[in-house]
């Protein structure tokens, strides 16, 4: 299709190559350890079958620095 936007589908399949190429786009600029940490993080927020909204992986990446893992809303 010519024109389309393309649309990422985060989910628990999603690896962190695909994360990492995500949150370039999103702006963010995470290391190998932070792209991990998000990783696991979408992997238990998505466990409900529904994917992650690119809100719910902003406030992810945002609380990545907090020692208390906190997961947004599904």
Do not use: W
């Amino acid at each position: 299709m010519v024109g389309a936007d393309r649309r990422f589908v985060i989910g628990k399949h999603t690896g962190a190559k695909a994360l990492k190429h995500i949150t370039k786009k999103m702006g963010y600029e995470l290391d190998r350890s932070e792209i991990c940490a998000l990783a696991e993080r979408v992997k238990t927020c998505s466990e409900n079958k529904k994917p992650i909204t690119c809100d719910q992986l902003r406030k992810l990446i945002l609380n990545l620095d907090l020692d208390k893992l906190t997961y947004p809303d599904p």
